[in-house]
Structure formats: structure tokens, C-alpha cells
């Protein structure tokens, strides 16, 4: 009897906590780290915001791996802050997620288990300095047509991350373009290199947005919940208008033989992506899914005495309070 | 009439440590042991990056002096190019170096030198770098029994290459044997309280005095120089 | 909740003379020293302060958001605690 009334309460005040969590996000109200929130929900922004933090960080490689060959000081300089911001964006995101309960240890032990995903396009080499030119236009701009949206997103802590980070990432896409337009106006030799950079970049970058929206597994709930406001075709398309006069403005060509503008629909048409790539180099069959992985790791165990040398000296000098 | 070709030698010099430690520094980038240290680590490497241009933009064109040199005609200390090795030998070198840094541009920007306007910015930015350094090296040294052996390890293995700070650059006007002689006493004290042991072997090389100043400098540093020049050695005369 | 032992921070900058500390973010550092300093690099290098606050996160004290209505709606049929409640005749001035 008497548990009986405490499940019907139960049920009534879960009720009440749904109803509650569903008007605020009709009412385009932020949810803050303490209210009551699904479990789904809470699952699905850890999910999300973990693996965009996993993009940020282990998108430092590829750009990195440049640093030390810069061509120029002025150009080391603009590399070596733009490397650094990924780091500081990757740290305010793991925040994001600590604030659902959950810590960067544990998703920094799913990403080195491989458990968790990032960003695809990270598993691709950088063979030229032009590949750094693109990832900035390219790869940065497709981001931030991902991360302006979700700026908005129902999630307060996620929302507040993705307003410091699309200020701060405003210089990483301008960067990009204007060592490319360098390149492209330079000798023939750089204006080849540009053209094979973008020519590399371009179809990975239009997978960044994800599969069609038919086939994307999250989609639906994310934007019902606000998580997410616009589609992944929808995305990619406005990507594709945006690109197609810059890249006419570089002097550089896109690497699609079906790109044409389309009066009827207002926009550019393209051809078709190749989905099994993008499905291969997801499961691990990319060119650098390993060596990405490994470095990560790497790094991690390499660094795990000073961490804990540390944390020692903070006990011993009495100021842990963990 | 003005005094810039008299200390032409010393921004040189003083530049290409700031370049060639900025660039070491840049190594660790994706690399650091914490997220929070990949972030310092970047910052200190862009502070000298500055200083460099800035130092070496006072002698010629900064590109043209960083990428088209050779080896032999770098005057960087010996300390500067030494590979990262772990955090602790990382954080040794800063430390050396950043105290060196700050006790220097702290009498540079009360002077008045073509050099005096980047000291007395530079002095604030290698303040911090030197509080970093100490306070890693407090962790490390006073942290746990693996931290303290690396840490102390590292000490050693650079002390060899501190003697070579303090030989006097041409057209500075400092007092050099004052100026060693504050560094014993900054990083002797700050060992002591990371429970370390002061160094005891001699603080300069058998056969290279003053090396890097003079050109000479260690295996390492040749292959530092081919990654960081190459591609701009590849395309002449090309704009980036 | 720790990273390696390094506990979190909560991040308070003051951006300008005269404005209070707000709330930036969080980090981890193993102490309050470090602390400062990771915030230092993170959250002030693009010039966006000139003083900051670190405060272990587990130190702050959060009213629940189960008590909101009674913590927060009592205050909301208050309107004589605002200046626009009162009817003051035209042509008054300095009040």
C-alpha cells in the first residue's frame, strides 16, 4: 500500500519535473547544470560535447605538425596561437561536460579506449603548409557553420563554451584564407600547392556535417531537444554557398564537377559524397586514425608523473581539496 | 651618431635565444602533460617568439635572419637549443634561462639603448615565464620520488651550459660578474626550496666557452635549423 | 571531481577597473597557486582581465533548483520595492 503511493508520487512528481524541463525548452529557456533534465538528454550532451572536445584536442596534431616548419615568423606566430586556442577550447568544453557529472578523466580515458568518437576529419594527414591554409578556410569554417547554431543550444554551459569559442575562432577561419589567397597569388609552385590542398580538403570538410539526414542516428531528438538547431544537409548546403564564391575569390578551383548554381532552389548543386569513405576512416581506416590515437596517449602517460608530482606537493603543502 | 651598430651584436644574440627557445618550446604543442599546460607552455612560446621578431627586426629582416643563417652564424646560447627532453629538463631550461632573461632585461629597460623599449616590455612577459618555471620546479623537485629524480637529473644535465650566459655581449653596458652572481643566487634558492641539490660539476663545457655566442653550437641544433628552415628555403624569394 | 588528483576551479574575472569579477569558466589545477596561473593563461590571454578569482569548486554553496519558486517567486509581488510603483505629479523634478 504505502509503496504503491510512493511510486504513484514518484510518477507524479517525474511528471511534473518532464513538464517542466519540456516548457523551458519550448520557451527557449537555457537548462543549467542542478535543474532536473532527462537522462537521455543529459546523455546525449555528453555524448556531444565530449566528442567535440576530442575534436579539439586531438585537432591540434594536424596543425601542429606544422609549427616547427612555418615559413615565416609572422605565419609561426599566427600557428602557434591558433594551436593554442584549440587547447583552450578543448579545456572550456571539458568543463561543459563536467558540469552534467561527468569528468575529463573519464572522457579522456574513452577517447585513448577508442570509445569515443571525434571529428573525422582529424584522421587525415597534413602533407603540405597548404594543408594548413585549407584546415583554417576549410575544416574551420565548416565548424563554425556546425558551432554558430549552437551557440543557442538549450544547454546553458554548452551554449556559453560555443559564444567564447566562435569569438575566438573568428581569426582561424580569416587566418586560413589569407595564407591560401598568399599561396594562390604566389609562385606557380604555391599556387599548385594551394590547388592540392583544397582539392584533398574539400570532401572531407562537407562530411564534417555528418551523414545525410535520413541516416543520422541522433538527429531528430537532438533538435527536438535544441540541442541542435538546423540539419546536417541543411548545414552542409549553406557551407557549400559560402565556399563556392570564396573559392572563386582564392583563384582555386573546388574539386566537383557537378558544383553549378541551381536558380530554381537558390542554391549551388553538388555531386554526390562519398559515404563509404566517410564511414571507413569513422570505423578506424582513415590515414592517421592510429597515429592520432597513439600520439594522444602518448602524451598522456608521458605526463602522468608530473601530473601526479603535483598533486603530491598540493597534499604535502596542504592545499588539495579535491 | 646613434648607438644601434654598437649593439647590433647583442640584439642578435639576444634575439636568436628568444627565436630558438620559442621554437623548442613550440615542439611541445599536443604534447604537454596537461591541458592546462599545453596553454602555458604556448603563451611563453609566443612572448619570445615577439621578443624575437622584434629584436632581430632591430638588426635586418626578421625572415631573412631566422630562415637563410647557417648554423655557424647563429649566436644563441647553447642552453636555448637543447632538446625538450622530458617536462623536468624542459622546465630546468626555463628555469635557468628565464631568471638569466629577467635579471638581464630588468637593467636593460632602465638603460638607454635601442634595446631599452623591448626590455622594459619584455621584462613583465619573462617575469611570468620565470614565476612559471619556479613554480613547476617547486612540484617537481618537492613532488614525488620520480618527479624529484627526473627533476634533479635535469638540473645536472643543464648545468654544464649555464656558465655561458654571463659572457658579456658587446655594447651592453651591464656588470656581468653582478649579474652571475644574482643568478647563483636565484636559482640556488629556488632549488634548495624544491629540495634539490645545487649542481656541483663545472657550468661551462671542456672546449666550448661562450660557444653559442660564438657560433659553436651543439649536434642537436643542426636539425633543428634544417625543420624549421626548409620549407622556406625550398621556394626563394617566395612570399607567405 | 578530479583530473589525476588535480581538483576543479571556478574562474572569476574582472574585466575593467570598476566591474565586478564574473563568472568565466572552470578548470583543474592541483592548487590554488597553479590555479591563479591556469587561469592566467586560459582566460586572460586575449587581454580580458585585470584581476581574477579561483575558487575550488567544491567551496561554493548552490541554492537548489527545487527550491526555486520558494526561494525566488516570493520576491516578485514586491512591486513597491521599485521606483516605477509610485505616482509622483507631472512636473516634479529631483525625485
Known amino acids: 500500500m504505502t509503496a504503491v503511493t510512493t511510486d504513484t508520487q514518484e510518477a507524479e512528481a517525474q511528471?511534473?519535473?518532464?513538464?517542466?524541463?519540456?516548457a523551458a525548452v519550448a520557451a527557449e529557456e537555457r537548462i543549467e547544470p542542478r535543474d532536473w533534465m532527462p537522462d537521455a538528454y543529459r546523455a546525449s550532451l555528453v555524448r556531444q560535447i565530449a566528442q567535440h572536445a576530442h575534436s579539439e584536442i586531438i585537432g591540434m596534431q594536424p596543425e601542429a605538425n606544422w609549427i616547427t616548419r612555418a615559413p615565416t615568423l609572422r605565419r609561426k606566430a599566427i600557428l602557434m596561437a591558433k594551436v593554442q586556442d584549440e587547447a583552450g577550447h578543448g579545456l572550456y568544453l571539458y568543463s561543459a561536460a563536467?558540469?552534467?557529472?561527468?569528468?575529463?578523466?573519464?572522457?579522456?580515458?574513452?577517447?585513448?579506449?577508442?570509445?569515443?568518437?571525434?571529428?573525422?576529419?582529424?584522421?587525415?594527414p597534413t602533407l603540405t603548409w597548404a594543408d594548413v591554409g585549407a584546415i583554417g578556410w576549410l575544416v574551420d569554417g565548416a565548424a563554425i557553420t556546425n558551432q554558430v547554431p549552437l551557440c543557442r543550444c538549450s544547454y546553458g554551459p554548452y551554449a556559453r563554451a560555443m559564444v567564447r569559442i566562435c569569438k575566438e575562432e573568428s581569426f582561424h577561419q580569416r587566418q586560413g584564407y589569407e595564407s591560401l589567397l598568399a599561396l594562390s597569388k604566389g609562385t606557380p609552385e604555391q599556387h599548385a600547392m594551394a590547388q592540392d590542398a583544397v582539392d584533398r580538403w574539400w570532401w572531407p570538410s562537407l562530411m564534417m556535417f555528418g551523414p545525410p539526414d535520413g541516416e543520422s542516428a541522433h538527429s531528430a531528438q537532438s533538435m527536438a531537444w535544441k540541442i541542435k538547431r538546423h540539419s546536417n544537409d541543411e548545414l552542409r548546403q549553406r557551407f557549400v554557398d559560402i565556399c563556392v564564391p570564396q573559392a572563386q575569390a582564392l583563384g582555386l578551383t573546388l574539386p566537383d564537377p557537378d558544383l553549378r548554381w541551381n536558380e530554381e532552389r537558390g542554391h549551388?548543386?553538388?555531386?554526390?559524397?562519398?559515404?563509404?569513405?566517410?564511414?571507413?576512416?569513422?570505423?578506424?581506416?582513415?590515414?592517421?586514425?592510429?597515429?592520432?590515437?597513439?600520439?594522444?596517449?602518448?602524451?598522456?602517460?608521458?605526463?602522468?608523473?608530473?601530473?601526479?608530482?603535483?598533486?603530491?606537493?598540493?597534499?604535502?603543502?596542504?592545499?588539495?581539496?579535491? | 651618431m646613434t648607438t644601434a651598430p654598437t649593439t647590433h651584436a647583442a640584439a642578435l644574440a639576444l634575439g636568436d635565444d628568444a627565436l630558438v627557445l620559442s621554437h623548442r618550446l613550440g615542439e611541445w604543442a599536443g604534447n604537454a602533460p596537461v591541458l592546462e599546460e599545453e596553454v602555458a607552455l604556448a603563451n611563453i612560446a609566443l612572448d619570445l617568439l615577439g621578443q624575437a621578431r622584434v629584436l632581430l627586426s632591430l638588426v635586418g629582416d626578421e625572415d631573412e635572419l631566422a630562415y637563410l643563417r647557417e648554423e655557424r652564424s647563429f649566436r644563441n646560447l647553447q642552453l636555448v637549443e637543447q632538446p625538450n627532453g622530458d617536462f623536468a629538463h624542459t622546465l630546468a631550461r626555463q628555469l635557468y634561462f628565464s631568471t638569466y632573461q629577467r635579471l638581464l632585461y630588468r637593467e636593460l629597460a632602465t638603460g638607454d639603448t635601442p634595446l631599452t623599449g623591448l626590455a622594459a616590455k619584455a621584462v613583465k612577459e619573462v617575469a611570468y615565464h620565470q614565476d612559471h618555471a619556479e613554480h613547476w620546479t617547486l612540484r617537481l623537485g618537492d613532488g614525488t620520488p620520480e618527479s624529484h629524480r627526473r627533476m634533479q637529473q635535469a638540473c645536472e644535465a643543464l648545468w654544464r651550459y649555464t656558465g655561458e650566459m654571463f659572457q658579456p655581449l658587446d655594447g651592453l653596458d651591464i656588470d656581468w660578474p653582478q649579474l652571475e652572481a644574482d643568478w647563483l643566487t636565484s636559482v640556488t634558492g629556488v632549488l634548495e626550496r624544491a629540495t634539490l641539490t645545487v649542481p656541483e660539476g663545472p657550468r661551462t663545457g671542456a672546449w666550448a666557452a661562450g660557444a653559442g655566442r660564438q657560433g659553436l653550437h651543439t649536434e642537436p641544433f643542426g636539425r633543428m635549423l634544417a625543420e624549421m628552415q626548409h620549407l622556406h628555403r625550398s621556394h626563394p624569394g617566395a612570399t607567405w | 571531481m578530479t583530473t589525476d588528483g588535480w581538483p576543479l576551479w571556478e574562474v572569476f574575472v574582472r574585466s575593467r577597473r570598476g566591474l565586478s569579477h564574473t563568472h568565466a569558466g572552470s578548470l583543474h589545477a592541483p592548487d590554488a597557486e597553479m590555479a591563479l596561473r591556469n587561469a592566467r593563461d586560459l582566460y586572460t590571454r586575449r587581454n580580458e582581465g585585470v584581476s581574477i578569482w579561483v575558487v575550488p569548486s567544491t567551496a561554493i554553496t548552490a541554492s537548489s533548483p527545487d527550491e526555486k519558486d520558494p526561494f525566488f517567486e516570493p520576491s516578485a509581488d514586491k512591486p513597491y520595492r521599485h521606483p516605477t510603483f509610485y505616482e509622483i505629479p507631472e512636473g516634479v523634478k529631483h525625485l
Do not use: M
Not at chain 1, 602522468?304 to 597534499?315: P, S
Open chain 1, 98 to 124: 563536467e558540469t552534467l557529472g561527468t569528468s575529463r578523466d573519464e572522457l579522456l580515458d574513452k577517447l585513448h579506449a577508442g570509445r569515443q568518437k571525434y571529428s573525422s576529419i582529424f584522421n587525415y
Open chain 1, 15 to 22: 511528471a511534473a519535473h518532464e513538464a517542466a524541463f519540456d
Open chain 1, 268 to 322: 549551388y548543386d553538388f555531386g554526390p559524397i562519398d559515404w563509404t569513405e566517410f564511414w571507413d576512416v569513422l570505423k578506424g581506416n582513415g590515414p592517421c586514425n592510429e597515429q592520432r590515437l597513439d600520439r594522444r596517449r602518448q602524451a598522456h602517460e608521458e605526463g602522468a608523473w608530473v601530473r601526479e608530482a603535483a598533486a603530491a606537493y598540493a597534499a604535502k603543502h596542504g592545499e588539495a581539496r579535491a
